[in-house]
């Protein structure tokens, strides 16, 4: 049986999985401008990506970490190792081409966008944010399956994630960001 915080828990990995979603979205709009104002626009998109995926997905430490799930054996409907097997297998990456990503998605968080090492001759990339995105839908669909068969010691917060999620899917919020982007695409073509 799940408690509060475990359901704080999912609904948090929820939260950054969205925006994650949605800023990958922004950033691909606001891509191949030169006026610096879409350029720098682009970045940020770009650098809150890959800092909201890091909170579910990159170091174990981080509080949001859905590993976290597992601290307590109460979640019986999936494991720690089943959920890490489908977030590689939802970018078609073995284990090692995935640790792999979660490496360079880390370094890029680590090293340039939270902290700044100028000093290092490498140059910030950002990672294939398509990868990402793919990566934070599978984790909904976990989100969303955990909160339909696990009980809670506090059953209308959960049936009120559960109503929340079965309500906005992944089809629903892709649908939801495709119909704001041509509102982002005027702004940016906007001379």
Excluded at 94 to 113: I, M, P, Q
Excluded at 126 to 140: A, S
Aim: some cysteine; overall charge negative; hydrophobic content about 35%.
């Amino acid at each position: 049986m799940m408690n509060r915080s475990q359901l704080d828990l999912l609904w948090n990995i929820e939260i950054a999985c969205r925006r994650c979603i949605t800023a990958s979205c922004y950033f691909d709009i606001t891509s191949g401008t030169e006026q610096n104002l879409w350029a720098f626009t682009q970045n940020c998109y770009g650098e809150i990506c890959v800092i909201h995926w890091c909170k579910v997905f990159g170091a174990r430490s981080e509080p949001t970490h859905y590993s976290r799930l597992f601290d307590t054996p109460t979640i019986a409907c999936i494991s720690k190792h089943q959920v890490a097997i489908r977030l590689h297998t939802s970018v078609t990456k073995t284990e090692a081409e995935y640790t792999r990503l979660w490496r360079d998605v880390k370094k890029a968080r680590d090293k340039f966008l939270v902290h700044n090492e100028f000093s290092l001759t490498d140059k910030p990339i950002f990672p294939d944010l398509d990868l990402l995105v793919k990566v934070c839908i599978e984790m909904r669909d976990v989100i969303r399956e955990i909160i339909t068969a696990e009980q809670s010691d506090d059953e209308t917060y959960r049936s009120n994630i559960k109503h929340f999620l079965d309500h906005y899917t992944n089809d629903r919020l892709l649908e939801e960001i495709k119909q704001e982007l041509p509102i982002l695409a005027a702004a940016v073509s906007k001379r």
